[in-house]
């Protein structure tokens, strides 16, 4: 029994391949995105990221393999991905609701998503979090490239692991 000046822990979310098509998901995802993009815009300074002005029909026209982090189907988390010819795993996007930033959520995501896979992921290079996660998961940062006047992106390298 749980004192009651304390609340009880959250159950860890659960993790699930998804289909856009599914009967709202896709609507939950978009604004998932919209107020994570928000946070990263904030913190690099720059507001023209791509998927913070992504239109619905966009986000389900997109090519990418999506997993989840929910729990009682509210999503926590998502990351977005694309398996390139050579088997690399190219994380395009990965969000947390910013309410539940620090709770592992996203290093779930992205060691699910990668397995152990070769993979890439390019993000604001100001974007301090993301930049340690991606680090801390053994992402080797490869070049920052400006891709705006003023906005950066660093892109990382993991370079996946071998049965050998």
Do not use: C, K
Not at 96 to 106: C, K
């Amino acid at each position: 029994m749980t004192p009651p000046d304390q609340t009880p822990p959250s159950p860890p979310p659960q993790l699930r391949d998804v289909d856009l098509g599914e009967d709202g998901l896709a609507i939950r995802l978009l604004d998932l995105q919209r107020r994570s993009y928000a946070l990263e815009a904030e913190l690099v300074g720059f507001d023209a990221i791509p998927p913070l002005h992504e239109s619905l029909d966009e986000l389900r026209a997109s090519p990418l393999a999506w997993l989840v982090a929910e729990t009682d189907r509210r999503v926590l988390g998502a990351i977005a991905t694309e398996r390139l010819a050579d088997g690399v795993i190219d994380i395009h996007r990965l969000v947390v609701d910013p309410g539940e930033l620090r709770r592992g959520i996203g290093r779930a995501l992205v060691e699910r998503a990668r397995g152990r896979s070769r993979a890439v992921v390019s993000t604001g290079r100001d974007n301090h979090p993301a930049v340690r996660l991606y680090s801390s998961l053994g992402f080797t940062p490869v070049g920052d490239q400006e891709v705006a006047p003023g906005f950066w992106v660093r892109r990382f390298e993991h370079p996946g692991e071998t049965d050998s």
